[in-house]
C-alpha cells in the first residue's frame, strides 16, 4: 500500500527575461509506502522543494500524476490535502495573531470545532514546549521555537502523511534530537513521514528508504541499508613497522602508499576478502605490520560521491 | 487518526479570519476612516452645509450622507480582501489556506463575504456617525439592501483581484486611489446632476459609481437622480462577470502557486 504515488512528474518554469524554460524536476516516478520514513535527499536546487510543492499543490505540475492516499491532488483536491500535514522549508505565520490562535485557526481550516483545536494546540504545545508561549506574537519566538511551531502546526489536524522540509534546520542540537525521537515515535503510530534535509546524517539515523534527487531527477532510489551496502567505500589502513616497496601483487587491489601507511579503498561487501588478501601478501613477503584499522562509510559520503559522479557525467 | 472534515468549518474559519483580521489594527483599518467621514459631515454638512438651501428637497447634510456611506462600503469591501492577500502573498502565510481542503469557492467567498462585511460596518459606521447630528430614516429599505450587497460584492471582487495582482504595496493602492477615489468624487457625492455641466456632467453620467450612489441615495432618503434599476442591472451584470474571474484565477492558483 503506497501513501504516495509519483508517475511521470514534470515541472517546469519559464524564465521570462531568458525567454528559457528549466526543469526543476524531470520526469521523475516514485511511490513512497505507507507507514515509512522516506528520506529524500538532495544538493540545494535539486528538485526535493519542487516536488513536495507539487505533492502539497502549492506548485502547480507542469504533467504527471500524483496520488496521495488512491486521491489525485487535482481532481481530489480536498480529500489529498486532508491526509498531509507540512512543515515548509520556509518558515511562514500569519503575523496578525498569537501562537493558540494561528494555531486553533489551522485546526478549522482542515476542519475541527474550536473546542477540538484549542485542546489539540494545548497538548502539542505543552508536548513541544512552547506553552508558554500561546500568547506571543510570532516576531517573540526564536528559530528553533518557530521551526517547532510549524511542526506543530503541520500536525495539528493528525495528518496521516507528514512532509518535513528542513525540519531541524535552526535547532540546536538537544531540539534536534528531541525531534528525532518524536518523528520516531510519530511514525510507530503509523504515520508516514517524508523527510527532506541537509543532514544527511538526519537521514542516515531515521529513513527506512531513500531518494537522491539531482537535476530533477531521481538518481538513486533504494532502502537505506542497501544504498550503504552497495555504494559503501570502506578505508583500510596498514601500518608498516618500515619503509619498504611493496610487490606487485598489491596492484589488484585500490591502494595509495605513502610514510609507512597504505590506504585501501574498498567496497564494503568486499572489505574482509581485500584485508586478508593485503596482510597475506604482506605475510609472504615478510613485511612487518605495526597495526591496521578499517574506516566505515557513512551515507554522508556516499552521496557525495554519487553527486559528484553525477555531474561529472 | 484522522479527523473528519466538516465541508464548512474551513470555510466559516477562513471568513472569519478575515473579518477579524481587521479588529486586530483598528488604527489602520476603521478609526482612519470614520475620522474623515466625521470631517467631511463637520465640514460639508455643518460648516458649508448650514450656508446651502436644500437639494432634491433634503438638507444638504442628508443629501451627502449615502455618497460618504458608499464610498466607506466601497473602501472597506476593496481594502479588506486586498490588504489580506498582498500581506499572506509577501508573508508567505497564504500557504496556510493553500494547503487547507478548502473548495476554491469557499476560498473565493471567504474573501468576498469578509470584504463585505467590513465595508457594511464602515458603512454602518457612517450613519452612526451621522446620527450625532440629524435624524437619518431608510427610505425603502430592500432597495438599499439589495444595492449595499451588490456594490460590497463588486468592490470584494476587486479587492482580490488586485491583491492577488499587486507586487508591491504602491500597485495596491492603485486602484483606490486613481480609480475609486477620483470615480467617488465625480459619482455625485456632493453634487446632483443638474448641478453641474459640460466635463463632470458627462464623466457623472458614464461614471459607475454615479449609479451606485444614486441607488443608495434613493434607498436611504427617497432622492434618485437616474435610473434605479439601470443601476441594479449594471451592478448585477457586472458582479457575475467579476465573480467569475475571481473564481478562475482563484482555481488557477495565479500568483498564490508557482
Not at chain 1, 511562514?92 to 501562537?99: H, L, N, S, V
Amino acid at each position: 500500500m503506497n501513501s504516495i504515488e509519483i508517475q511521470g512528474l514534470v515541472k517546469k518554469f519559464t524564465i521570462k527575461k531568458k525567454k528559457e524554460e528549466v526543469f526543476a524536476v524531470n520526469n521523475i516516478s516514485f511511490n513512497i509506502k505507507k507507514g515509512e520514513i522516506f528520506g529524500f535527499l538532495g544538493p540545494n536546487g535539486a528538485g526535493k522543494t519542487t516536488t513536495i510543492n507539487c505533492i502539497t499543490q502549492l506548485s502547480n505540475k507542469t504533467s504527471g500524476k500524483i496520488l496521495v492516499n488512491g486521491h489525485d491532488v487535482e481532481k481530489q483536491y480536498r480529500e489529498a490535502r486532508n491526509q498531509i500535514g507540512l512543515s515548509p522549508q520556509d518558515l511562514t505565520f500569519d503575523p496578525y495573531f498569537t501562537i493558540l490562535e494561528i494555531l486553533v485557526y489551522q485546526g478549522g481550516y482542515f476542519g475541527m470545532l474550536k473546542k477540538q483545536a484549542q485542546k489539540r494546540a494545548e497538548k502539542l504545545l505543552k508536548q513541544f514546549e512552547l506553552w508558554e508561549k500561546r500568547k506571543s506574537r510570532i516576531k517573540q519566538l526564536s528559530g528553533g521555537m518557530k521551526r517547532k511551531l510549524s511542526i506543530i502546526k503541520a500536525m495539528m489536524h493528525k495528518p496521516e502523511i507528514l512532509i518535513l522540509d528542513e525540519p531541524t534546520a535552526a535547532l540546536d542540537v538537544d531540539s534536534r534530537y528531541e525531534l528525532w525521537e518524536f518523528i520516531k515515535k510519530l511514525n510507530e503510530q503509523g504515520i508516514t513521514i517524508i523527510l527532506t534535509t541537509h543532514y544527511i546524517e538526519e537521514a542516515e539515523k531515521l529513513a527506512d528508504r531513500i531518494a537522491i534527487i539531482n537535476k530533477g531527477k531521481i538518481i538513486k532510489l533504494e532502502e537505506k541499508e542497501k544504498i550503504i551496502e552497495d555504494l559503501s567505500q570502506n578505508k583500510i589502513t596498514i601500518y608498516l613497522k618500515e619503509d619498504k616497496k611493496l610487490p606487485k601483487e598489491f596492484n589488484q587491489l585500490n591502494y595509495d602508499y605513502k610514510d609507512k601507511k597504505i590506504i585501501i579503498q574498498t567496497p564494503k561487501k568486499d572489505q574482509n576478502k581485500n584485508l586478508r588478501l593485503a596482510l597475506k601478501i604482506l605475510e609472504e613477503q615478510k613485511i612487518e605490520i605495526e597495526n591496521f584499522s578499517v574506516d566505515q562509510d557513512n551515507l554522508e559520503n556516499i552521496f557525495r560521491r554519487l553527486i559528484k559522479n553525477e555531474n561529472q557525467n | 487518526m484522522k479527523t473528519k472534515t466538516s465541508d464548512w468549518i474551513p470555510f466559516y474559519t477562513l471568513f472569519k479570519r478575515e473579518f477579524l483580521r481587521f479588529f486586530k489594527v483598528p488604527n489602520n483599518t476603521i478609526f482612519p476612516q470614520l475620522i474623515t467621514v466625521l470631517f467631511y459631515f463637520l465640514i460639508f454638512g455643518i460648516a458649508i452645509g448650514s450656508r446651502i438651501k436644500e437639494v432634491s428637497g433634503v438638507s444638504y447634510f442628508l443629501f451627502i450622507l449615502p455618497g460618504l456611506f458608499v464610498q466607506l462600503l466601497i473602501n472597506g469591501s476593496y481594502s479588506n480582501p486586498s490588504g489580506s492577500l498582498y500581506v499572506a502573498r509577501n508573508f508567505g502565510n497564504i500557504t496556510d489556506i493553500l494547503l487547507a481542503p478548502i473548495s476554491y469557492i469557499q476560498f473565493t467567498l471567504a474573501y468576498i463575504f469578509a470584504g463585505m462585511l467590513r465595508g457594511f460596518f464602515l458603512g454602518l459606521g457612517t450613519i452612526i456617525i451621522a446620527m450625532l447630528f440629524i435624524n437619518v430614516s431608510i427610505h425603502h429599505f430592500w432597495i438599499l439592501i439589495i444595492y449595499c450587497l451588490l456594490i460590497s460584492f463588486v468592490f470584494a471582487c476587486f479587492g482580490i483581484l488586485v491583491g492577488l495582482w499587486a507586487e508591491t504595496w504602491e500597485q495596491l493602492n492603485i486602484f483606490i486611489n486613481f480609480v475609486v477615489t477620483p470615480l467617488t468624487f465625480l459619482g455625485g457625492v456632493f453634487y446632483t446632476l443638474d448641478m453641474v455641466s459640460g466635463t463632470i456632467a458627462t464623466i457623472t453620467q458614464f461614471n459607475p459609481i454615479f449609479y451606485m450612489i444614486n441607488g443608495v441615495r434613493y434607498g436611504m432618503i427617497g432622492v434618485q437622480d437616474g435610473n434605479i434599476y439601470l443601476g441594479l442591472i449594471f451592478l448585477v451584470i457586472i458582479a457575475s462577470i467579476l465573480f467569475m474571474i475571481t473564481y478562475k484565477l482563484i482555481q488557477k492558483g495565479y500568483h498564490l502557486r508557482t
